[in-house]
Structures are given as structure tokens and as C-alpha cells.
């Protein structure tokens, strides 16, 4: 009896703790631009949202800003409109065949439906070297508690930069294309488990738009006027990317010194891992002004840059370690991005 | 003790010297930067750096064209509290000039100003214009750069309505009434600067004028026309009540009068004819067809018997190349039978099949002695003569559903269209094979084609309401000038 009512007592102060809950003052829904164009084959995108509160929990979700004009001005006062994408809402797209020249500055403009207008500073457009060549290097990082560690790819850009100007270089991984063989003769009906072979399909081509999850920024300071390589990319290994043939584009931006220094930032920030050299959070202030208010906080930066891009192959031999092959007991046409025909490029 | 006397004044002096305390106030402008420049628009940012509390009666920008900022213009923002960016803008500035412009603020009594900048405001110019063929009221957008507000836009001489300018680069105007040209130079002025547009602006072209009326408020249906030197003939076929006419009638383009001439063959309908033949149709009875095999030789009013046509022929489209006859498809006796009647030896022959079906309610004509016809799927086919073979020519650029059109050939153009409840015309240059539309023709437009003409370059059109319109409403005979304006 006296330990059945000391088990009922133990119950009773536990029962009285209370989730710690942060309390996060509400924050401004800031509008967030986000836009790349340059000298190469567009659309080119700009994204237009506004931020929301984030705390233990998100407050809000980021909404899109839907239904603005969005035009962008040449120096020479040329205006280009951009059209909202129909399945993209608060992106706007450049129409076919704008492409970024040069030499000229261009300014973004947007006007939102609330009949706010936004301004960005002029952004010159300075030419690009081309990528001389890509190399590659397998890296892997040990993980805590794990036998296998992560790797995956590292791209490297290849470059003759220009001994007559400051040059801001950023990269970004384009689409990439890769052979996948699953097993469809393995398929089973969950959750019953009920075996149901598939006649087709073993093997696809999987087409995947780029994943920039980490930024590549360079400033020539310390090679300028010299041939140098630089780390432009990273494709992790996820078993099922490197089984046979991968390809990828790699594109190379010539950036501005501003946008490269707003990257910076945003790389710092971005890579704070909690020691106590890091920088400390900020709000970083990109180049979009607001006309009404230019004391207004925007986030966000509109880049314009050139553009030069180069493919590469890469051979699932060239890798020194390799993650584990996924086994997909499915169709091949089931995921994302299929398909039985080789792009029409495809030249390994 | 005099030592003692002046260590004590050194130490005062050194300790009063210890309490002043240096101003370190700083108080800087700055131009930032141009952001925006157009024609006669600027839009400059500026920003008040400062370590204190301040007060600026006024803020803003001056403007000038001297490099010493006389006769500036002012761009004032008003009073402003704290630092921070501010931005100004102005407008009606000159185009293509240089200016010089600065931030400036007015505190404490003082002015301060930041570093002038260089700029030049931009030249207009004219990218593109849409469309470029098109009639008085419709709506224009030029597209360009730096249109200035008192941008005026001309059609040859006649100025046009500026109905919107819209980031200085998009100037939407109504397309004035034209000054008797078809094709105008596109002139925009901008300020003083005039421009002109690298291509020409056409006014679609084409004016009807009504000739007159049908004799008797009568109207003709499933009828045969055709044209006899300076007579347009038009009869046969059927009244709206459905009785069979006996005779057609002829317009005089001289004296545009109506006379009657009579057929000397029986009464039918859905007879075919051309400028020299005249022949087969039938009369319908319910579901009874009887066909009409016989073929006249049109000479003038005089109708001479030629030897009867080998088949059936009903609704079917024909015409003559190298002076013979040909007749084509029609429900008589298939709808892709091509035959030949040779004046000279009095004798039919059967040529290459079409290699679509054809009625006459499809648009035929013939250009350089070769045959046209239009398909129900808008193809215009080529038949050549000589090789006895078919080709696609090229395409009907707009609909021709329910067919019933016209097609007449003036010199190298071809006038397509009136197809059914449709008052759409289309021009084809034969050489180039370009389509332009034409002036629609006025009228009701459920008035069907009853005979079509050319005459001094210009086509004749009777048009006849469609037979479930009642009322005395009478046939109605226009001229179209292509090229009226």
C-alpha cells in the first residue's frame, strides 16, 4: 500500500513540469529579394517573399509576393519585364532571350500590390573568365558514432583570372544528370509486404536541378593575373548518385565587389557552428532600397553578373571512396526527374 | 616657497587643462549614388552620417548643370531627424544633358554637402512597335527607352492619342485616322528629339462603297454568277422561298444598270460557272436529286449548247486554265473527280484525282494559269496543268469554317474570305506569300456571298442575307477598293 501511494506521489511532480517554451517577440515580415541574372541563357529568376518570425517553432510561414511588376533597367534605360512563374508564385522570370550584356548596369525595380516600390542599386555586369578546366577530389567527413563518413565530390574550377581587374568570382551547381538502376523485380505492396514484380524499368537517366546548399565565393587578391583552382562545388555522395556515369554543370559568376562582400556575409553567417570565434548574428543589408522608406529593412541582394559554364563527367572509378549503393526495389520511372532516354547532350 | 607658489598654478593650470573636453562631433554627407537616370528623371540616394542627436531643418539634393552648383536645382526632402539614407528625385530635366548633383543638409544653422556627382541624362529611342499593320482606333504600344511626359507620337502627319506612358519605356497610343496613305512613317517626339521608327506603320487598307441593289428586293441562293466583259451576272438557283429562277441578271458597270437575261436551259441549282461555261447543278426535290448534264458556252447574253458533261456534277467548283475547262469534286460525281473539257476537240477527259474533298462551297482561283483551291483544313493546294499534279501552295492563315467564301485575283494578290457569318477579308501576295487583313466589310454579317467580280482592279460583291432573315431586305452589290483608305 505505502509503496503504491509513493509511486502515485512520485507521479504528481512530474506531471508539474511545463515545456519550456521561448517566447519570441513578433517580428516584421520584411520583404526578401532574391535574383541572379546574367550574360547566360535565361529565364532568369527573381524571388520575392517576406520573412516571418522564427522562434522554437515557425510563427508564420515565408510567403511569396505574389502579383508585383518587376522590371529591370538597363543603364541606357532599357526595361525589361519580368512575368510571374504560374507554379512559382513570387518568382518572376526574365522573358526568352533576355541576357545580361557586359559592361552595362542594371537596376531592379519592384512595385508591389500594396503600390510600394523597391529599388535596387545599380549592378555592373563584368565579364567572366572561362573555366579552363574542372577537376575533382573525393572528401569524406568522419561522423560521430558512424563507421561510414559522409563524402562526397568536391568540384574544382579551374581558372585564368585577369591581371587588369579586381575580379569577384561565385559559383553555383547547375542541373545534373545520372544513371540510376533500381530493381523493379524486387517490388513489394506495402504494408502488406506482398511481393508484386515489375517487368520495367532498370535503369533511367535521373535529371536533378542543382543543389547550392553551401555557397563558392572567391576574390582574386591573392592570384590575381594567375592561373589558380578553386574549390566551386559539392556533390554529396547519397549511394545512388555515383553507381555509374554523373554529369554536371558547373557555372562560374563574375559578381561585383558588393555582392561578393553580401555573399560573404552570408557565408559567415551561414557557417556559424556555435564556437565562440564566430561572428556574431546580424542582420546582413543587401542592395535593395525601399523608395517609400529608405530607412525600411529589405533582405536580400540582386545580382547581376557574367556568366560562363562547363560540364563535366564524372566516372564512378575517379571516386577514392564511395558510399554504399541504395537499393531502390522499385520502377526506375518512379522518381523524380526520369527518364528512359538519355538527355540529348549526353555525351560521356 | 616659490617653488611651492608655482607647482601650485602649474597644477591648477594642469587640472583645469584636464577638464576640457574635446568636441568629437562628426557630421558628414554623402552622395551615395545615382540610382535611377532616364531622359528627363533622376533619382539620386544620399545619407546623413553622424555620432550625435541632429536636427536638420532641410535635407535633399541640388542639381545643376555648372560644376559650381549656380542656379542649383533644389531638390528639398524637409526636416530630418537622425541619420540615415534619404533618397530625391526630380523630373522635367533636359535630355541628353549633364548635370551635377549633391546631397546636402542644412543643420544647426550650417550646410553641409556631399561630393558632386556626374551625370548625364539619357536620349530616347524606339525599340519595337506592335502591331505594325492595323486600322484607326486600335491600340499601339511602342516600346523604347527614356520617353520623356510630353512625348507626342505621329502617324505620318496625324498625331496620334498618347494613352499611357509607362516606365518611361512603354508608350501606349491609339492609332489616329489616316491622311490618305496607307503606309506612314512612325515619328516620336520626345522633348525636341525626334525619332523615327526603322519601319513604317500600314494602315490596313480597303473601302467599300455600295453600287446599288438587286432588281426587285429579290434574293438569289445555291445561284450561279459569272462575268462577261464589263457584265456581272449573277441567277439561277433559287429565291428564299425555294422556287427555281429561270434567269439571271446582268449589272452594267458602265451605266449601273440591272437587266434581265434569260437562260435558255431548264431551272436548276448548284450549277457551276465561269467567265465562258455554264453547266450542270440539278434540281432537288425532297431527297430526289436530278442532275443537269448539260454545258453552255457563255457569249455574252447568248448561251450556245456544247456537248453534255460526262457525269453528274453538282456544287462543283470550276475554272478555266490554257481555255479549257475544268471541273472539279462536287456531290455529283465524287468529290475528288477532276475533268477536262477541250474546246478545240469537243472532248472530256479525266485528269489526277484531288487529294482532298471539294465542293464549291470551298474558294477556288486561278493565277498564272494555275489552279487554287482551299481545303476545308485551310491548306491551299497548287494544281498544275501541264504535269497534271497537285502540290500545297501554302496555308489560309484564319478560318474558313463553313466555307461559302470568296477568292478573286487582282495582278498578284489574292482577296480571300467572306466565309460563312464571317465579314473577314485577307490579302495574299502571291510573290511573297504574305497575309494581311483586310477592311471588313460593312453590312449584316449574316449576309452571304451571291457573286463575285473584278473590274478595274477592284472586286465587285454581292451579297445576299442569309435566307432566315426576314424582311424585304434586298441583295446588296458593293465595289472594294483593296487599297482605299
Known sequence: MLRRLIHILLLIPIACIDPYEVEVPEGKELLSVDGLIHTGQGPHAITISRSTTYGSQFEGLIRPVSGATVVVRDNEGMVTFLEEGQEARGSYFTPTGFRAQVGKSYTLQIQTTEGRVYTSLPERVNAVPEIEAITMKTVTVPVEGETNPRSGIQLISEINDPADQNNFYFWRSGRATYLQETYPELYIIRPAKIPAPKACCNFCYITEPGSNQSLFIAQDDSFNGLSTRIPAAFIKDDGRRFIFKYRMELRQYSISQEAYRFLRLIKQQAEISGSIFDPPPATIRGNIISLDNPDEEVLGYFIAAGETTKEIYIDRAELSFRQNKVTIPDDCLTLPGASLIPPVDWKP | ?485
Open chain 2, 1 to 485: 616657497m616659490r617653488k611651492f607658489y608655482f607647482l601650485g598654478i602649474f597644477l591648477m593650470v594642469l587640472l583645469a587643462s584636464s577638464c576640457t573636453r574635446e568636441d568629437e562631433s562628426t557630421t558628414v554627407v554623402e552622395t551615395e549614388e545615382v540610382i535611377y537616370v532616364s531622359g528627363e528623371k533622376i533619382r539620386v540616394l544620399g545619407r546623413l552620417i553622424t555620432n550625435q542627436p541632429i536636427t536638420a531643418l532641410d535635407h535633399g539634393f541640388q542639381l545643376s548643370t555648372s560644376e559650381s552648383f549656380s542656379n542649383p536645382i533644389l531638390i528639398s526632402l524637409g526636416e530630418k531627424n537622425g541619420p540615415g539614407r534619404f533618397i530625391g528625385e526630380t523630373s522635367g530635366l533636359q535630355i541628353n544633358q549633364k548635370y551635377f548633383v549633391r546631397a546636402f543638409i542644412n543643420a544647426d544653422g550650417a550646410d553641409f554637402f556631399g561630393e558632386a556627382l556626374e551625370v548625364k541624362t539619357l536620349l530616347p529611342a524606339i525599340e519595337s512597335f506592335s502591331p505594325s499593320f492595323s486600322f484607326p482606333g486600335e491600340e499601339m504600344m511602342i516600346v523604347g527607352r527614356n520617353f520623356t511626359p510630353d512625348t507626342r507620337v505621329f502617324f505620318g502627319e496625324q498625331e496620334a492619342t498618347v494613352l499611357e506612358i509607362a516606365f518611361d519605356s512603354r508608350l501606349k497610343v491609339r492609332i489616329p485616322e489616316p491622311a490618305g496613305k496607307a503606309k506612314v512613317p512612325l515619328i516620336v517626339q520626345s522633348q525636341d528629339e525626334k525619332l523615327e521608327a526603322s519601319q513604317p506603320f500600314e494602315y490596313r487598307t480597303g473601302k467599300y462603297t455600295l453600287v446599288g441593289l438587286f432588281p426587285g428586293n429579290e434574293r438569289i441562293y445555291d445561284n450561279v454568277f459569272f462575268q462577261h466583259q464589263n457584265g456581272l451576272f449573277a441567277g439561277l438557283g433559287t429565291d428564299k422561298f425555294g422556287s427555281y429562277l429561270g434567269s439571271l441578271q446582268r449589272f452594267d458597270l458602265q451605266s449601273t444598270t440591272w437587266s434581265k437575261v434569260d437562260f435558255p436551259g431548264e431551272t436548276r441549282r448548284g450549277a457551276f460557272a465561269t467567265a465562258g461555261y455554264i453547266g450542270g447543278g440539278a434540281r432537288v426535290d425532297r431527297d430526289n436529286y436530278y442532275y443537269k448534264r448539260d454545258l453552255w458556252k457563255i457569249s455574252g447574253e447568248h448561251f450556245e449548247r456544247l456537248p453534255d458533261l460526262p457525269v453528274d456534277s453538282y456544287h462543283s467548283p470550276a475554272f478555266e486554265l490554257n481555255g479549257q475547262l475544268h471541273v472539279v469534286g462536287g456531290t455529283g460525281s465524287g468529290l475528288r473527280t477532276l475533268l477536262r473539257y477541250n474546246p478545240a476537240t469537243k472532248i472530256w477527259s479525266s485528269l489526277s484525282s484531288a487529294p482532298f474533298d471539294l465542293a464549291s462551297t470551298q474558294v477556288s482561283f486561278v493565277y498564272q494559269n494555275k489552279a487554287y483551291l482551299l481545303a476545308t483544313d485551310n491548306r491551299i493546294w497548287e494544281y498544275e496543268p501541264t504535269a497534271d499534279s497537285w502540290k500545297i501552295f501554302t496555308k489560309f492563315p484564319v478560318s474558313s469554317e463553313g466555307g461559302l467564301g470568296i477568292a478573286q485575283v487582282i495582278g498578284d494578290r489574292v482577296y480571300i474570305g467572306f466565309f460563312f457569318r464571317s465579314m473577314q477579308l485577307m490579302e495574299l501576295d502571291l510573290q511573297t506569300l504574305i497575309w494581311k487583313s483586310k477592311t471588313p466589310i460593312p453590312g449584316n454579317p449574316e449576309s452571304l456571298n451571291a457573286g463575285h467580280f473584278t473590274y478595274n482592279d477592284q472586286l465587285y460583291l454581292l451579297r445576299c442575307p442569309d435566307r432566315t432573315i426576314p424582311g424585304a431586305l434586298p441583295m446588296e452589290l458593293y465595289r472594294f477598293d483593296p487599297n482605299g483608305i
